[in-house]
């Protein structure tokens, strides 16, 4: 059945307020059911027919733009191909990607980059979990996510592999006594960040391990894989800081050494030079990535001490 652009975009207003790659993969199922006696299609030409199958508006312009800009998302993720029947023209055809995109509905919401941002997550996931997250393989990338985390926390806690689980995660974060507890936080919150990775590994790790779970709601997915990214973003600074985690006050001196590994002194010790007060944690703790909102942290302006 051939499809038109308002069919799943019934209003301008909608269309023009989405963002590229959510509009591309609308125009995705369009050019995918584009009669195929009709070959390829040209962004001027879609355009001019998505224009009239809407009818009359005061915002066309910027729904021709909306749409241009979608068509160049969906060729820059090699979506949409040049016709080789045509060679430097402006034919388009459907990658083989593309062909599965459109008839799958799970599949298109997760190749939507922004649900997983790559440059977000922690190193030790950043490759195999994400690749495999959008190949669709949901339950594999949690799995790998949360042992990820237990394997970062055995490492942290110098432990044996003998702790595997919540044991791990009890004897690791064991109030006032575990090698990764903050020993400057009160009892109630030493707890809690033991239950809370106990938690997270005992249903999210051990349910996987064990058997077979069907998980296939890629947005489910990537919050559990956000939570082990989390997990791992404590682990990272418990040893020399746990307090990175719960947002208290670092001095310059603490800092430095809580993230010494990662980084050189150039990143942060530049921001001390100029004076600031407020410290990206993502550019200078144990991420190894760029910053996002959530991670800002006052710092005293106290002089850098490294070991």
Known sequence: MRLHLPDLVPDVDVLVALE?????????????????????????????????????????????????????????????????????????????????????????????????????LHPNIREDVWALYHRGKYDTAVLEAMRAVEVAVREAAKLGSGYI???????????????????????????????????????????????????????????????ANHLLRIVGCAPASSCIATGRALSGAHLGRACWSWYGPRNFSEAYRQGLQVVSAGGINCLGRQPSCSDFIEVSAAPLRFP
């Open 20 to 120: 590229p790659d959510e509009l591309g993969l609308h125009i995705l199922q369009v050019l995918a059911a584009w009669p195929s006696h009709l070959g390829s299609q040209e962004v001027r030409t879609f355009i001019k027919g998505a224009l009239r199958a809407f009818g009359p508006s005061p915002k066309q312009q910027e729904a021709a733009q909306a749409i241009r800009e979608a068509w160049a998302w969906l060729e820059g993720q090699a979506l949409l191909l040049q016709d080789p029947q045509y060679y430097g023209g402006d034919l388009r055809i459907l990658s083989r990607k593309a062909s599965k995109l459109a008839k799958d509905a799970k599949a298109r919401r997760a190749f939507i980059g922004h649900r997983l941002p790559k440059e977000t």
């Open 165 to 227: 689980g919540r044991d791990l995660m009890r004897t690791a974060f064991a109030p006032e006594r575990g090698a990764l507890t903050d020993q400057s936080a009160e009892r109630g919150e030493q707890q809690g960040l033991g239950d809370l990775f106990a938690g997270a590994i005992g249903t999210y790790k051990n349910a996987h391990s064990h058997r077979r779970v069907a998980l296939d709601d890629p947005d489910e997915a990537a919050e559990i894989i956000l939570l």
